[in-house]
């Protein structure tokens, strides 16, 4: 029997996933498995809904959502802690939002419905003039694409913040100057580590989670930025 989103095992708690910076090899060993509970998590969560409808789907992207809101406040509120590190990311900046994003099946389905429910007749026609004159951009020339926000970038703002997909809501920065860096040339070497690693691995493991409900009789690879 299909559970239900509220009837699958709870998300994992700080003491048993929560990520933890180490250099020694059982440190690692200990993150990776947090790391694939929470895979287990989101592939649970996607599994049990698929079957049930749109608002079960919802519901089950919101646990997610959620899960990976608190292990990234984790993991900054360690960084303040120990060096003193905050994120330069706040409303209105926007850098990142110049660039194409992968998003799952069950993310676009969730997030499309969103803007549905959300925007209005009005909002949604300048949504699709502004995506059809994006796409043009990015397929004949990704640089000259790259120079233009996403066409959910309205006023520096995303209209779709709520329901950003998981890659979006993982992304961060320590260090603004290097976000510029990248947005003009993606290619470009820089010293400084402008982002946590445990963030980034949080953000693939909850995307293969998802990929594997999606797609069951595909093994699920490791990922790796």
């Known amino acids: 029997m299909t559970s239900r989103p509220d009837d699958s095992p709870q998300a994992p708690n700080s003491t048993s996933a929560g990520l933890r910076v180490g250099s020694a090899d059982a440190r690692r060993q200990q993150v990776t498995e947090a790391l694939k509970g929470i895979q287990e998590f989101a592939r649970t969560m996607i599994a049990g809904a698929s079957e049930g409808g749109l608002e079960r789907l919802t519901r089950a992207m919101a646990k997610i959502d959620r899960l ?5 406040a984790e ?5 303040v802690q120990h060096s003193g590190r905050h994120i330069m990311c706040k409303e209105g900046c926007g850098t990142c939002c110049h660039q194409k994003v992968a998003l799952t099946k069950t993310e676009l389905i969730v997030y499309a419905q969103w803007l549905l429910d959300n925007l209005g007749e009005e909002r949604l026609a300048e949504l699709k ?3 059809f004159a994006y796409m043009p951009a990015w397929n ?3 640089l000259v694409g790259r120079m233009q926000p996403s066409p959910m970038m309205v006023n520096s703002a995303c209209i779709g913040y709520p329901m950003r997909p998981v890659v979006c809501r993982t992304h ?3 260090d603004f100057d290097v976000c510029l860096i990248f947005r003009k040339d993606p290619d470009a070497k820089v010293e ?6 445990a963030v980034n691995d949080l953000a693939h493991y909850v995307r293969a989670g998802i990929l594997a409900a999606e797609n069951p009789a595909e093994p699920i690879q490791p990922l790796f930025w």
């Open 68 to 72: 990976v809101d608190t292990r990234m």
């Open 129 to 131: 003039q502004r995506v």
């Open 192 to 197: 400084v580590l402008s982002q946590d690693q």
């Open 75 to 79: 993991v900054f509120a360690m960084h």
């Open 172 to 174: 961060h920065s320590f």
């Open 140 to 142: 004949e020339n990704p």
